[in-house]
């Protein structure tokens, strides 16, 4: 199996034994729970990389989309 | 209330902060004062019109998905939440003071864990593990999951181990040292043919890459035990490595 979040790859013609799933995420309150917990326990990690103001989020999303991986809160 | 409102598609400079009418909760939906908002890939994507054939703006209009908050007002109907809640969820328009969101939409934030660091977890947390789930990995099978450095990714990896898998970190060679702290069983440089090669046989590939990235690794993938058992019976000759 081969899934992404993403437009599935061109190349998957050439796999036809692989099946290929493109994921779009849908809301579950169970799974957002879960999820939280795990980092309020410090299970999983989803690292800050900037804090800003709301007024600030064109700053924020053009750090954001220059890349890295931390996310770029904004605060109301 | 203030929000960034978009008057046009654009670069981060068609963001501006200004005044905007305060949503009303309808039957059903829940008024939130939005405490944080995150930045999403989806936002900028949007802002820059790359999603308007499926996924429009409005003119004037709010965006970001992300949203953590206190509950100010419930609309007619809900059940389950009241005013001073905690919450947080994939909305529309988070990029503003108040949000609404249908109640079935909304959960609570977990007791202990800081309401403005919740905004960052619904759109990522959510889909690294849908992602992770849609591989339908099982204890003792092997994953590899691509971008293990991004939220989704690190998500991604979580939830494998959760389910019993071998997760193997798929980075950039320069990310490596970045994602040991991820909790995968092994990292590997996706951009090293080397260690591509030398993958072990995959079960499943969890992928938040895309690209030439994932032209190379859908080829790691074993075919579907269903699919190999039919093609030895069919003796098809061209699929021996099979």
């Not at chain 2, 934030?109 to 947390?125: F, R």
């Not at chain 2, 979580?158 to 702290?181: C, N, P, S, W, Y």
Request: glycine share 10%.
């Amino acid at each position: 199996m081969f899934a992404t979040v993403l437009a599935p790859p061109q190349s998957a013609a050439y796999y036809p034994s692989v099946k290929v799933a493109h994921v779009v995420s849908k809301f579950d309150r169970k799974t957002l729970e879960f999820m939280a917990e795990a980092v309020r326990d410090g299970k999983l990690v989803i690292p800050i990389s900037q804090k800003l103001p709301l007024s600030e989020a064109a700053e924020a999303q053009a750090t954001a989309e220059k890349g890295g991986t931390g996310k770029s809160l904004l605060v109301a | 209330m203030k929000a960034i409102v978009v008057h046009q598609y654009g670069g981060p400079e068609v963001l501006k902060f200004e005044d905007y009418p305060d949503p009303v909760p309808s039957p059903g939906e829940v008024l939130v004062r939005v405490a944080a908002t995150s930045v999403n890939p989806i936002d900028y994507k949007r802002r820059a019109g790359l999603m308007k054939d499926f996924y429009p703006l409005q003119f004037p209009g709010l965006i970001g998905v992300d949203m953590a908050g206190t509950v100010v007002k419930i609309g007619p109907g809900v059940e389950g939440f009241s005013a001073g809640d905690q919450v947080f969820a994939m909305a529309d328009n988070t990029y503003a003071e108040l949000c609404v969101v249908k109640a079935a939409a909304l959960a609570k934030v977990p007791k202990g864990l800081d309401l403005i660091q919740a905004a960052a977890l619904p759109l990522v947390t959510v889909t690294g593990n849908q992602l992770m789930s849609a591989t339908g990995i099982k204890a003792g099978q092997t994953v590899l999951v691509v971008g293990a450095g991004g939220n989704v990714g690190r998500s991604a990896v979580f939830t494998g181990k959760q389910r019993g898998a071998t997760v193997i970190a798929g980075v950039l060679k320069k990310q490596m040292d970045e994602v040991k702290t991820v909790g995968a069983d092994q990292v590997v440089a996706t951009d090293d043919d080397t260690a591509i090669v030398n993958l072990p046989p995959l079960d499943a590939v969890a992928d938040t890459v895309g690209g030439r990235t994932a032209e190379k690794l859908i080829a790691k993938v074993k075919a579907e035990e269903c699919l190999r058992r039919f093609l030895r019976r069919r003796r098809v000759p061209h699929i021996t490595h099979l």
